[in-house]
């Protein structure tokens, strides 16, 4: 039976960040639409940031953006990923935005000369976001960032516990994210750890109902009965989160478990038995693709790969399609522009030049593009990607000098990828970009058309820089088409070239909008080309 209202379960973290606390709420949120139920997922970020638009990737991973342009924290990519919930402005508050509002409303007079606080004035604007979220849905999933015992997160674990009180018994529950480590001179799994950050939830009044415990091998049931009796809740709910070879293996995991039965109990809702094909056929492509094929992406984050987590699961994803592993080889740019494209990228069967920002690295950006143009490697361009392809062909092919996006050089003689008009003299940067879903239509005939099979695409944004439509005709002489333009035509959002086994630059961010289970055509296209380019080489 459906529940008649919107229940509500509130994902928190303990011990240490990064414990996959995303993938947990991500997977209830499978689990529980796999039981015919509908969901949504919030995430509340204690930063003090409007939003993650304006941190670097190196401090803060991807930024993902949502159809509605929203430019968000990269769990709502996994969310996407896992459930058919549409992430919007509505799924991700940061402290920066709640407290904008807040005072916002106090300028304006809203509160009427009273004394506005953290609680209760904070506070209810927090409850207010989560529940304005939540709905028209069965069961809203709402993760908060950081590690309990976190200064900055207090206001929102304060808000959550006052709207579980105020929803009554049975529409909230509280699922505790936590770590037990294995000490190797110990030979031991240790729940200290999560005693410990228990304590620190009720300390502020919150008890868990389910805890989460992610470990590197099986919680044996003596370590849960420890953990049930320190943590004040019943053995069965402690649930042994061990690491599984993909990512697409945890809600059946956690099913195994018992997890989605303890939701659903905990939150007094009946439900069929979950059907759970989805995630089965995923796993077994996963374990069944008997192909392999590496892909070079070049790019600044190296070190830091959760700049590119939607790419790497896209190109998993195309992987999939393709009964086919991927194996990524992140090579940084500016060790290109050292050593050579040849060195670093020889043996790559495709060459992909990821989203990114400023001109560091671009010249071996550049120099990547130029290998897989001549070599016929197959080459992807995404966003800067797509910037620096067409840099390339205008400097190589129609000898354009000193050509160049003004993001790099600003004095350029040609300036081939440049600011359009509504985009000069920008000086409040956050959120100001070209952001969110726009249509795209396809030119008849062209790689794009026949990849996507349709004519009108849409596809989400976030740049500041466009082709200049200037310099068009001379690179469509030269064989650069433009596959793909808005539908005014003004704005290039697709680049290809004809002879070439496969290469092609799109404006957008596909990786967004791939899923396990319908990978996006453009990824999985890309992995084929890539396949085929490396059995030439056997
Ligand atoms: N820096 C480029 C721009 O702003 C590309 C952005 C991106 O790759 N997301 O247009």
Known sequence: MKPRVTKYIFVTGGVSSSIGKGIVAASVGALLEARGLTVTHIKLDPYVNVDPGTMSPFQHGEVYVTDDGAETDLDLGHYERFTNATMSRASNATTGRIYGSVIEKERRGDFLGGTVQVIPHVTDEIKQFVMDGARGVDVCICEVGGTVGDIESLPFLEALRQLKLGLGPANAINIH????????AAGELKTKPTQHSVQKLREIGIQPDIIVARCDRELADDLKRKISLF??????????????????????????????????????????????DRWEKIVQAVRD?????TIGIVGKYVDHTDAYKSLHEALIHGGLDNKAKVDLRYIDSED??????????????????????????????????????????PFFGICLGLQVAVIEFARHVCELEDAHSVEFKESAKNPIIHLMAHQHGVERKGGSMRLGSYDCDLKKGTLAATVYGKKRIQERHRHRYEVNNDYRSVMTEKGLAFSGLSPDELLVEIVEIGDHPWFLGCQFHPEFKSRPYAPHPLFSAFVKASLAHGSCDD
Not at 233 to 256: C, E, I, M, Q, W
Not at 289 to 293: D, L, P, S, T, Y
Not at 342 to 365: A, H, I, Y
């Open 177 to 184: 994210v936590t770590l037990v480590p294995y000490i190797a």
């Open 231 to 276: 943590c004040n809740v019943p053995p069965n709910a402690v649930v042994s989160g061990v690491d599984v070879d993909t990512l697409y293996a945890v809600p059946l995991a956690f099913h195994r478990e018992g997890l989605d039965r303890l939701v659903i109990d905990g939150l007094n809702i009946w439900t069929r038995e979950p059907v759970l």
């Open 289 to 293: 693709a008997n192909r392999r094929v």
């Open 336 to 377: 290109i522009e050292k050593r050579g494209a040849e060195t670093l990228l020889k043996g790559v069967d495709g060459v992909l030049v990821p989203g990114g920002f400023g001109n560091r690295g671009s010249e071996g950006k550049i120099a990547a593009v130029r290998y897989a143009r001549e070599q016929k490697v």
